[in-house]
């Protein structure tokens, strides 16, 4: 098995500069020659075992933040923009990707935003009533896909808004109930809480200083959206300095934003952090034994394990997403290796898709990609009733999975061979690279076809070695 060469010179770079020391003392402090390290900052030389084992003894460095965050990211989501066929066949190799995904991500994402915008014009020219119906449309992502992308590069963990939610929650400590201690909190500051009748699932009124929550709604999102209005009216300071800090292009993208730090602070608050780790490594990640512990819902839980990242104390990397019947992605993360397709649908042998068919069981799979990578992947229905006969069923599907070498810490492991039985999934037709896949929708972009009218497989072509 060949083993990939650690390259993060951006990473020891920027880790040098927090820590404020020149090249000279940190190359002294790491035990290597000046050269050696400005080499290894440039990405000339991969970082040895040895630097890597003295950046944890010197510095207390977690060491995992050299092998994860943006560079994977961005490589992927770069390989998925360059198979357009705006681009033709001139598809640099994977190393060159890498390569600038390490060594100039600021360009990388200048990049992958000029094709977003691309895509976007594009898609409204082929909509002329859209097109005519728009005055002064501008070149911006959509806000909601620039709100998605920043938590994405955030590794969905929000450290500031984490650490307040988990002071907060001490004030009703282990197995408390957050309902009591917030209610009483709001109604020191005069707001009075109160449960209706109404088709909202929450309603604020500044003016009356009232707030209502849906009785029609299960406990865990009466919990949940208390803890929402509570971070916007006593965390506001922190969400508006963070949302500064983010430098969102257009208003809406804010607002929607400051919606996204909220519902992180009230997850954040209902299962804390230090609390909630611990929780989960005794309960083997068992979804509905935490979602009892906390009072929480199995999508909440499932959501909550995504963003254990914090420096020093992560949790296992997970990734998560969720679907609706059509197969497309309305919340998306990962701290794996596993990217999500930005364009187009998603793999369909993924178990995800068929948790629609079997509701209210967790449907388990072993699944590898094609770079080789394997995993164990959780999926489960989270339909959500309206609350009455007439109102509507909003249906979802969640997936939750990780690398097969964190499997064992999973109760959803059990009785599984974790050497075989793996399925070949991808991440969506266009850029998957498998040759024989039964499910195939379109062609892969960055390969040739050969076609044979007289010969019929499992495909109508041949893609060409």
């Known amino acids: 098995m060949t083993v990939q060469k650690l390259y993060a010179g951006v990473t020891l770079r920027e880790t040098r500069t927090r820590l404020g020391l020149t090249q000279k003392a940190f190359a002294e402090r790491l035990g290597v020659s000046l050269p050696y390290l400005n080499q290894m900052e440039n990405n000339h030389r991969p ?23 943006d560079a994977e990211r961005i490589v992927s989501d770069m390989r998925e923009a360059l198979a357009d066929p705006v681009f033709g066949a001139a598809v640099p190799p994977l190393a060159d990707l890498r390569l600038a995904a390490s060594n100039a991500p600021a360009l990388a994402r200048a990049f992958l935003n000029l094709h977003r915008a691309y895509r976007q014009t594009h898609e409204r020219l082929a909509s002329l009533d859209e097109a005519l119906g728009r005055d002064g449309a501008s070149l911006r992502p959509s806000p909601w896909e620039e709100v998605r992308d920043f938590f994405h590069y955030c590794d969905n963990y929000i450290d500031a808004v984490d650490l307040a939610a988990e002071r907060l929650s001490q004030a009703w400590g282990p197995g408390g109930d957050p309902v009591a201690v917030v209610t009483d909190q709001l109604a020191a500051r005069g707001i009075a809480v109160a449960t209706g009748d109404e088709a909202a699932i929450r309603i604020y009124d500044p003016q009356t200083r009232r707030l209502t929550v849906s009785a029609r709604v299960a406990e865990p999102t009466r919990r949940f959206q208390l803890l929402h209005q509570m971070a916007l009216l006593t965390q506001n300071d922190l969400l508006e300095a963070t949302l500064d800090l983010a430098r969102f292009q257009t208003p809406e993208a804010r607002g929607i934003a400051k919606i996204g730090l909220a519902n992180y602070f009230a997850g954040a608050a209902l299962m ?54 059509a197969g497309t992605i309305t919340k998306r993360h990962s701290a794996t290796r596993l990217q999500f397709a930005r364009f187009g649908g998603g793999c369909p ?93 379109v062609p892969p972009l960055e390969r040739h076809l050969r076609v044979d009218p007289d010969r019929r497989g499992l495909l109508p072509y041949v893609i060409a070695e």
């Open 47 to 69: 970082i040895s075992a040895a630097v890597v084992l003295r950046l944890a003894q010197e510095f207390g460095f977690d060491v995992t933040e050299l092998t994860t965050g």
């Open 349 to 441: 042998l993924w178990n995800v898709h068929r948790a629609f068919e079997m509701p209210g069981r967790f449907l388990r799979q072993l699944a590898e990609t094609p770079d080789g990578v394997r995993y164990l992947s959780l999926a489960r229905d989270v339909s959500k009733p309206g609350g009455s006969f007439t109102a509507p069923v909003r249906r979802y599907a969640i997936a939750l999975g990780c690398e097969i070498a964190h499997a064992p810490q999973l109760v959803y492991a059990d009785g599984l061979d974790l050497a075989r039985g793996f399925q070949p999934i991808g991440i969506s037709c266009r850029i998957c690279e498998r040759r024989d896949c039964h499910q195939r929708s």
């Open 272 to 325: 804390p952090y230090r609390a909630f780790l611990a929780a989960a490594q005794q309960e083997r990640h068992d979804l509905e034994r935490l979602a009892d512990r906390f009072g929480a819902s199995i999508e909440q839980v499932a959501h909550r394990l995504s963003t254990m990242q914090r420096p020093g104390l992560k949790g296992i990397p997970f990734f998560f997403v969720r679907v609706d019947q």
